[in-house]
């Protein structure tokens, strides 16, 4: 039930079709009062990993007792990201830090982004990374996921056919007071006058369809991920630059515009991993 109700209460870094998307798709469970439905489908979505080495001829679990030496994680980011699922991903990076006989990793990407708890601390673990680690994009990689992906040491990207970008934060409301209403349903919020800031947000919407304060809020949250992606880029902020202002592109623009740093396949996200880890490891050796 909790991850059911921060469906639609929680801030979203997602292209709005991909959220329509879900909600047509939960909505006709929720009229039914099929609930574990729902709970069935948003437990589908799992950011999985497996290990492989070049020219990725097999692949073992990351705990695997005959995992080879210099192996190269691969962690699949693909549909929406849910908030659980973002710290399903910072455990695995742990793990992966913590684990000798993997040297880097890969994130594959194929999502148009999702709720926004927790991936700016995804992302900082991805960049601050004591293992390389790069992203190959299979298809879309939007908004919370172009977050991720470009925290990475490189980008790959499959086609001038995928898309990336979709740079923005929104939030949905829904009001069922009048729903109640209807069922002949009571239904009050009752706030001591000393609390007067409590949920001023929401009641500024139901008083006086003002959503000016929730704007204010997500601006700020907006900002933050700007900032993010311009060091990510290491590109400018600027407000005017359709970049940060959530227009998405597709992948031989994002290129061009250095958005993305190459044409490639996974095999040469996985070569590159293998030979950033092997160039750490050398200068360590000679304390280069």
């Given at each position: ?19 329509y ?43 695997d007792?005959?995992?080879p ?9 693909e549909?929406t ?11 695995q990076l ?6 000798p ?17 927790h991936v ?12 390389p ?21 490189r ?16 939030l949905t ?10 069922q ?9 006058d ?6 001023y ?15 204010q ?13 311009s060091k990510n880029?290491?590109?400018t ?11 998405i ?8 515009n ?5 044409f ?10 293998l ?11 000679y304390?280069?």
């Amino acid at each position: 039930m909790d991850k059911i109700q921060e469906i639609f209460t929680a801030p979203w870094a997602i292209a709005d079709n991909d959220y329509y998307r879900l909600l047509s798709l939960l909505m006709p469970c929720v009229a039914v009062g099929n609930l574990d439905a729902i709970e069935k489908r948003l437990n589908n979505n799992k950011i999985t990993a497996y290990a492989t080495t070049p020219y990725l001829a097999n692949r073992w679990e990351l705990d695997d007792d005959t995992l080879p030496a210099d192996s190269v994680a691969v962690i699949i980011l693909e549909g929406t990201l849910y908030s659980w699922e973002t710290y399903r991903l910072e455990q695995q990076l742990r793990d992966i830090s913590g684990n000798p006989k993997i040297c880097g990793a890969v994130l594959w990407i194929n999502g148009p982004g999702g709720m926004v708890a927790h991936v700016d601390l995804a992302a900082k673990m991805i960049a601050e990374s004591s293992k390389p680690i790069a992203t190959y994009v299979a298809g879309t990689m939007g908004s919370a996921h172009f977050w991720l992906g470009t925290a990475a040491g490189r980008t790959f990207i499959a086609s001038p056919m995928c898309e990336v970008g979709s740079v923005g934060i929104m939030l949905t409301y829904q009001s069922f007071k009048e729903y109640f209403k209807k069922q002949g349903i009571d239904y009050r919020e009752i706030y001591p006058d000393s609390a007067d800031l409590k949920n001023y947000e929401t009641r500024a919407i139901e008083k006086e369809n003002n959503e000016e304060p929730i704007k204010q809020r997500l601006a700020v949250m907006h900002r933050i991920f700007c900032d993010a992606i311009s060091k990510n880029l290491g590109i400018t902020y600027d407000p005017e630059l359709p970049l940060f202002r959530g227009q998405i592109f597709t992948g031989d623009v994002a290129v061009a515009n250095g958005y993305i740093d190459q044409f490639g396949t996974l095999e040469d996200a996985v070569k590159w991993v293998l030979a950033q880890a092997t160039v750490r490891k050398v200068n360590e050796m000679y304390n280069i």
